[in-house]
């Protein structure tokens, strides 16, 4: 059994519990579940973003002039649709001067298998840095897709910000992408014969946009 891998980065900080437990609970409805979302979200892009390059910023304060730091990096938001979308507002917050990127993945029923339905990357002129939105890491199929149109974009940087995650999806990402950092509020230990992360908090998607059944 191999140990923690360097790029994997749980955080741990008794609100991300919190959220998250309320996150996984089916008692909580869509308009909660889009908070926790927003939350969870914003923790885990503090954390994600730590490293950021920064460079001095001369300013004038109603005081005195001085010098502060200003991030020099150019960042990219990659929500994966549908359920990354729920991810982007509270990242933005932070981060008010990022691109965002939409890519489209939807994991296909009968196999598990991502299918590609929406990229508009333009040729050239990629970002410094590209945080990939998720709520969810399964099998990582859809991770590697997404980071395989990245770095084909030429993206030097690449961040996974996921809310939960299953061991073998961490695995399967790590083993393609050793390189990229891993940012999640939780590892679940299973993925059930559907794929699914267990015990997981469902389908993100269909629970933010209220489209069970
Ligand atoms: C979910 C989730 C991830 C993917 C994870 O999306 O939001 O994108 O599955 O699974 P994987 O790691 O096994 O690829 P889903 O296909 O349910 O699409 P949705 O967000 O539109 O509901």
């Not at 001095?56 to 005195?64: A, G, N, S």
């Not at 960042?75 to 008010?96: C, H």
């Not at 590609?116 to 998720?134: E, F, M, R, T, W």
Request: hydrophobic share 40%; charged share 15%.
């Amino acid at each position: 059994m191999s140990g923690p891998r360097p790029n994997v980065h749980v955080v741990d900080h008794p609100l991300m519990r919190h959220h998250l437990t309320h996150l996984r609970s089916c008692e909580t409805t869509p308009i909660q579940f889009r908070a926790h979302v927003r939350r969870l979200a914003s923790l885990l892009a503090y954390e994600a973003t730590q490293d950021l390059e920064e460079k001095p910023h001369e300013i004038q304060t109603p005081l005195t002039t001085m010098t502060g730091s200003v991030v020099s990096s150019t960042i990219g938001l990659i929500p994966i649709l549908r359920a990354g979308l729920g991810m982007v507002e509270p990242v933005l917050d932070l981060l008010p001067d990022a691109q965002v990127w939409h890519l489209g993945l939807y994991r296909n029923e009968e196999t598990a298998q991502p299918v590609h339905y929406y990229s508009k990357l333009p040729p050239g002129q990629p970002v410094d840095v590209a945080l990939i939105l998720d709520p969810m890491l399964a099998t990582g199929g859809s991770a590697i897709a997404a980071l395989d149109t990245l770095t084909r974009w030429g993206v030097p940087r690449i961040k996974l910000v996921s809310i939960i995650a299953a061991q073998a999806g961490i695995e399967a990402v790590s083993e393609v992408y050793p390189q990229t950092d891993i940012h999640v509020c939780a590892v679940d230990p299973e993925l059930n014969a559907s794929k699914f992360i267990v015990p997981g908090l469902g389908d993100a998607g269909d629970r933010t946009f209220n489209t069970v059944g």
